[in-house]
């Protein structure tokens, strides 16, 4: 560890550098990903009728629960099955993973798609489930 502190001292200029581009493409990530809203955003959204939960974990996932009314699509057929979302049209689509790892590139392939108002839910299932919201077995 030392020698790293010693390397970052000796080389300032680089490693501010490095330090700068990583939080660049962390930035950029993140804004590409689209906007995500919280648990207690998503379910004011839901009690309005104004979301509609897109589950993209895999179907092993399922088990550990499911936001009730959410509809399963997995991560890996989104781009094909993305027109079954127009007849949502005008509601937010809120895009719900695991623990937030997958959505940035689940909204970027439906809005890829032509799928618009598409947020993913900050945190995913795990953000949800620690926020003590009902999660119900399939």
């Known amino acids: 560890m030392e020698k790293y502190l010693l390397f970052a001292?000796?080389?300032w200029i680089l490693s501010s550098l490095f330090v700068g581009l990583a939080v660049a493409l962390l930035l950029t990530e993140r804004l590409r990903g689209g906007k995500s809203l919280s648990p207690q955003q998503v379910v004011r959204l839901m009690n309005n009728d104004e979301a509609v939960i897109i589950d993209v974990r895999e179907k092993k996932d399922l088990a550990e629960g499911v936001i009730k009314g959410s509809i399963h699509m997995p991560v890996t057929s989104l781009k094909e099955r993305a027109g079954e979302?127009?007849?949502h049209e005008g509601k937010t689509i809120v895009?719900?993973?695991k623990m937030g790892?997958?959505?940035g590139m689940a909204v970027r392939a439906l809005a890829a798609a032509g799928v618009k108002g598409v947020q993913r839910l900050s945190?995913?299932?795990v953000?949800?489930?620690n926020a003590n919201?009902?999660?119900s077995k399939k």
Do not use: F, M, N
């Open 9 to 11: 001292l000796d080389h």
């Open 85 to 87: 979302l127009k007849k």
């Open 95 to 97: 895009i719900a993973d």
């Open 101 to 103: 790892q997958h959505s």
């Open 123 to 125: 945190g995913g299932i």
């Open 127 to 129: 953000e949800w489930r």
């Open 133 to 135: 919201l009902p999660l």
